[in-house]
């Protein structure tokens, strides 16, 4: 995006790319259905130290100018639940539109390229396992940590750190929980269970869809506040949202008075979900059994399941990294160092890491614009 908009402007451009294929992140998104923006991109969608940085370049370039960009080079799509929009056919077709501009331009992209060294003089100074370049710009554009196997590499931070630009510590961030101990073996017997839930921690809450697997805790609901938990966190569960439990519990203890508790439970959530939650005899109850007290506790039980996970995948799995470059050292408007002219960052390797659902590739394209345009107005 950066490369196709420089160029656009008029400007050399050199694209040097240690992976074998260009995209090749783009190309696994979303199933291999790329979704590759969110119609309600806001910049209340994006996490940051600075949560106002990204607003300047999300004005400049965004979701409905990528769209016009799908709609101008005649990619079907399609939308999901919260403004998702996926291709209808292939995450190709997303990468084609990008490189086709790049070519347009003269762009030059050399992939299987590492790169050993970079310095500053009168220009910046890359050697690469192609040869040396000089450039009057520099756009570290190398992601985060996310997804080893897939290529990425801590390189962006190297960088930053080689210039003196402060860090905010990454850390893995859209990515499944796991648990030790009882929790975990607890958790593992409800392997392939998804529910629909409210899931909060530190003041954040989501509400989509749980996933127990073999390892802990996963699906959107998890994968969103995990960016938001801190090791030591709990996270409270409201495992059924849509409904006033504690008038149901009420309704039902009039309604079926010699009912067992772990039955009128296993017509709200999933039989083994209720053993677990139930493991201390109290589903044996008959309604009529249970006091008023008895009931709140069982709806607060319900409403906030307080779990503490041990720990995330880690980058293995994670979607996206969290934190990275201070935006403080960048300008909002440009993406360039404030203290070493003509170095760009832009992309998940700054201190902006998006919601689920299509946010980081807007940031990856609005980011990537801001520079190109920014690059070419030097």
């Not at 940590?145 to 003196?164: D, R, V």
């Not at 519990?249 to 139930?278: C, F, G, N, W, Y």
């Not at 039980?301 to 779990?307: A, D, E, G, Y």
Request: charged residues 20%; contains cysteine.
């Amino acid at each position: 995006m950066c490369a196709a908009t420089a160029a656009a402007q008029g400007q050399s451009v050199l694209i040097v790319d240690h992976a074998d294929k260009a995209g090749k992140k783009i190309l696994i998104s979303g199933g291999g259905r790329c979704n590759f923006t969110n119609r309600f991109t806001d910049s209340k969608n994006f996490i940051s130290a600075n949560p106002h940085f990204c607003k300047s370049a999300l004005a400049r370039f965004s979701a409905y100018d990528f769209i016009d960009m799908v709609e101008t080079a005649d990619i079907s799509y399609h939308e999901r639940k919260h403004g998702q929009l996926f291709c209808d056919d292939s995450a190709r077709d997303i990468l084609e539109m990008l490189l086709a501009p790049c070519r347009q331009h003269g762009v030059t992209i050399k992939l299987n390229s590492s790169i050993s060294s970079i310095d500053k003089t009168d220009q910046f100074n890359i050697e690469t396992t192609q040869g040396l370049f000089s450039a009057d710009a520099l756009v570290i554009a190398t992601g985060g940590l996310s997804i080893p196997k897939m290529g990425a590499t801590p390189f962006g931070i190297t960088i930053a750190k080689q210039f003196a630009l402060n860090i905010n510590q990454p850390v893995a961030g859209l990515v499944p929980f796991t648990f030790t101990g009882i929790e975990k073996e607890s958790l593992k017997s409800l392997a392939g269970i998804s529910l629909d839930v409210t899931v909060s921690c530190r003041n954040q809450a989501f509400t989509e869809a749980m996933l127990f697997t073999h390892r802990g805790l996963s699906g959107p609901a998890i994968l969103q506040i995990s960016s938001y938990w801190k090791p030591g966190d709990a996270i409270a569960i409201n495992l059924l949202p849509d409904m006033n439990i504690h008038e149901q519990l009420i309704s039902k203890k009039q309604l079926r008075p010699d009912a067992q508790l772990s039955t009128i439970l296993s017509e709200l959530l999933p039989k083994r979900l209720v053993q677990i939650l139930m493991k201390d005899g109290m589903g044996e109850n008959k309604m009529r059994q249970l006091s008023d007290k008895q009931l709140q506790t069982i709806t607060t039980l319900l409403q906030s399941w307080q779990l503490k996970p041990n720990g995330t995948e880690g980058y293995r799995t994670a979607e996206v990294t969290v934190g990275g470059v201070d935006t403080n050292e960048l300008s909002s408007k440009t993406l360039q160092s404030k203290k070493i002219p003509g170095l760009y960052f832009i992309g998940e390797v700054v201190d902006v890491t998006g919601h689920l659902g299509g946010f980081n590739f807007q940031w990856a394209w609005s980011s990537g614009y801001a520079a190109g345009i920014a690059i070419s107005q030097r």
